[in-house]
């Protein structure tokens, strides 16, 4: 499973894929969110380099683990390296982000660190606009790379795909199979 984020609604979710039986990777471009999530509990494990993040998934996958995984860093660059990986790693996967507020700090793009993003929201609103689109972007291409190998990709009802589509990513329509098509 691979969700996004670890902030207030989203922060069980890591607890609850371990709880499952599953490898729940959540990434969190907030360092300070993911540690507090680990530090209670909620989150098993704390990764910050993306090499390890995938051979980790591949370690409990074969060893049949079900754990938690919080990757530091922008989920973007999680899909977009799952999506290069010859094996298909992630089996369900969905966006947590607060993407009915996209430019507020309920979407970081994946050009900018979490504190340049936090500057730019501010300092430059149609750059950082400009930014969130150009990731979203990417982020779909990667998702819809992975779901054309067999993902399930699902939106929890974040506005991801709405916000994506008016960013210019190709999603809509549906799939008999999966129920959610990006092109």
């Avoid at 990709?153 to 999603?171: C, E, I, M, Q, S």
Wanted: hydrophobic fraction near 35%; include cysteine; charge should be neutral.
């Amino acid at each position: 499973m691979k969700f996004l984020g670890m902030g207030g609604m989203s922060g069980a979710q890591p607890k609850a894929c371990q709880l499952l039986g599953c490898i729940g990777v959540v990434a969190e471009v907030s360092e300070e969110a993911a540690k507090k999530r680990h530090d209670q509990g909620w989150c098993q494990e704390l990764i910050y380099d993306l090499s390890e993040l995938i051979e980790r998934i591949r370690e409990c996958r074969t060893k049949k683990l079900a754990t938690s995984i919080g990757y530091v860093g922008n989920v973007v660059d999680v899909w977009e390296r799952l999506a290069t990986e010859k094996d298909t790693l992630i089996d369900l996967g969905s966006d947590q982000t607060s993407c009915h507020t996209p430019y507020h700090g309920g979407y970081y793009p994946v050009q900018l660190s979490y504190d340049e993003s936090r500057k730019c929201m501010k300092s430059d609103p149609e750059k950082f606009k400009e930014l969130v689109h150009e990731s979203l972007k990417r982020q779909v291409a990667a998702i819809d790379k992975l779901h054309e190998r067999g993902m399930y990709f699902f939106d929890y009802g974040n506005a991801f795909l709405l916000t994506a589509k008016r960013a210019g990513a190709p999603v809509g329509g549906t799939d008999e199979k999966r129920c959610i098509r990006f092109k």
